[in-house]
């Protein structure tokens, strides 16, 4: 087998199958390790962030001839049969939930939930950042709460989560890999057990990052193979951390070393691929990814979350098992909770509940007016029962809008 060779980000072309970066994947834009260059686009996206990258030849795909492609690594099928959730967790208690509060209701108690589990993790995560252990007890009883909240009525917590905003990236992204994690937990019928597992793997799988200079994490030059190498080590210092802790709950342990495995086998440490994947590390991934792309960075913008939603999509059984990804998205849906939407009136909304089986027509606080002037006083509307047009016509989505978009903050918006 070929070693993947260094090529200068210059001498790319179609076709070619990038393996590594010159620099840690996290610090780039790219939704996941390894991915191969399908269109001029691509590459010129390589070249804005990489000077040299390294090429797997054995996943490359070479021109044979008109109209003819070569694949030679692994053979994906969209169209295969889907495996029952039951076989995927085989030996554990699969439930269906339903909804048991209006978003309202459920909106003050996971609030609340919320504020006590951000100041909790700051207090949790310094106290490691200082060289101190991780409190376990702390942490788990605090996201018992957020559990709670989530199976009674996910919407309220979706929302929540992107509205309260940390000023530390590692800390927030914690927060909402754990909400995502628990909510597709939720949608395959893991029992609350399995969720609040989720949860807590959620919050500690990038815990090894305390570990890890705080001027690697911020650096925006390129990073040597070295350093890259120091990056990745985040998983295995994550996982010393946790069992240092006391922690020996498996699934927890599998999210926290494996959160970066791909379905290809294409992911780290270790490069494994499909089954061999623990379920659990395969939820992970997909949340840890999916909160990535719907994040600003440094060196990236945010996808709105119906983008996001359709890159996973594309992904299904190449990147994420497509069980996984189906459930996902409806989970979340096309517009969850906190996206920004332009309304076919030309108004612009922030979605704040969905409806299970009409995600095209949620609720939304209108923000601004057709002219894109900010209302005075923003209201809650139902898409799906009251709202119409000027010429009496229901009012629909026309699209999401990227994080942001026009100045909004959705943290300013609060229900009275």
């Known amino acids: 087998m070929l070693e993947a060779q260094k090529i200068d980000v210059g001498r790319l072309s179609v076709g070619m199958f990038v393996s590594k970066l010159d620099r840690p994947w996290l610090d780039t834009p790219f939704?996941?390790?390894?991915?191969?260059?399908?269109?001029?686009?691509?590459?010129e996206k390589v070249e804005r962030f990489c000077d040299f990258v390294y090429i797997d030849t054995n996943k490359s795909r070479h021109l044979l001839g008109k109209?003819?492609?070569?694949?030679?690594?692994?053979?994906?099928?969209?169209?295969?049969?889907?495996?029952?959730?039951?076989?995927?967790?085989?030996g554990r208690p699969i439930e269906t939930y339903v909804d048991q509060a209006p978003w309202r209701e459920e909106h003050s108690r996971a609030n609340v939930a919320l504020d006590h589990l951000l100041e909790d993790i700051t207090e949790i995560f310094d106290h490691v950042s200082d060289s101190g252990k991780l409190d376990v007890?702390?942490?788990?009883?605090?996201?018992?709460?957020?559990?709670?909240?989530?199976?009674?009525?996910?919407?309220?917590?979706?929302w929540l989560g992107r509205m309260k905003r940390h000023d530390r990236y590692t800390y927030q992204h914690s927060l909402s890999v754990s909400i995502w994690a628990v909510a597709l937990g939720r949608q395959l019928g893991l029992h609350k057990r399995d969720l609040r597992s989720l949860a807590v793997g959620g919050m500690l799988m990038d815990i090894g990052k305390l570990r890890i200079d705080p001027k690697l994490l911020q650096a925006e030059r390129a990073l040597t193979e070295e350093e890259t190498q120091q990056m990745q080590s985040h998983v295995h210092q994550g996982v010393e951390m946790v069992k240092e802790s006391g922690i020996i709950n498996q699934d927890?342990?599998?999210?926290?070393?494996?959160?970066?495995?791909?379905?290809?086998?294409?992911?780290?440490?270790?490069g494994l691929g499909g089954d061999k994947i623990p379920p659990f590390a395969r939820i992970a991934a997909l949340a840890d990814t999916y909160d990535a792309m719907t994040s600003v960075r440094s060196y990236a913008q945010a996808l709105s979350p119906s983008d996001a939603v359709r890159n996973l999509y594309q992904e299904r059984d190449h990147k994420f098992q497509a069980e996984f990804v189906e459930a996902f998205?409806?989970?979340?849906?096309?517009?969850?909770?906190g996206t920004v939407v332009e309304?076919?009136?030309?108004?612009?909304?922030?979605?704040?509940?969905?409806?299970?089986?009409?995600?095209?027509?949620?609720?939304?606080?209108?923000?601004?007016?057709?002219?894109?002037?900010r209302y005075p006083k923003p209201r809650?509307?139902?898409?799906?029962?009251?709202?119409?047009?000027?010429?009496?016509?229901?009012?629909?989505?026309?699209?999401?809008?990227?994080?942001?978009?026009?100045?909004?903050?959705?943290?300013?918006?609060?229900l009275n």
């Open 31 to 43: 939704l996941t390790q390894g991915f191969l260059l399908e269109s001029k686009e691509d590459i």
């Open 252 to 270: 927890i342990l599998d999210m926290v070393e494996c959160h970066h495995e791909r379905y290809d086998g294409s992911g780290y440490p270790y």
């Open 343 to 373: 309304l076919s009136s030309g108004e612009v909304a922030i979605v704040v509940a969905e409806y299970r089986m009409r995600r095209l027509l949620p609720k939304v606080i209108l923000v601004l007016d057709k002219r894109k002037n």
């Open 380 to 414: 809650l509307v139902d898409l799906l029962t009251t709202a119409t047009g000027e010429d009496s016509s229901p009012i629909t989505i026309s699209k999401a809008l990227e994080p942001g978009a026009y100045d909004i903050d959705i943290s300013r918006y609060k």
């Open 67 to 90: 109209g003819r492609i070569a694949v030679s690594s692994v053979t994906v099928n969209k169209d295969r049969a889907r495996v029952p959730i039951e076989t995927i967790f085989a």
């Open 329 to 337: 998205i409806q989970a979340v849906g096309i517009y969850p909770a």
């Open 137 to 158: 007890i702390r942490l788990k009883s605090s996201v018992d709460p957020i559990v709670a909240s989530m199976s009674s009525n996910p919407d309220a917590c979706m």
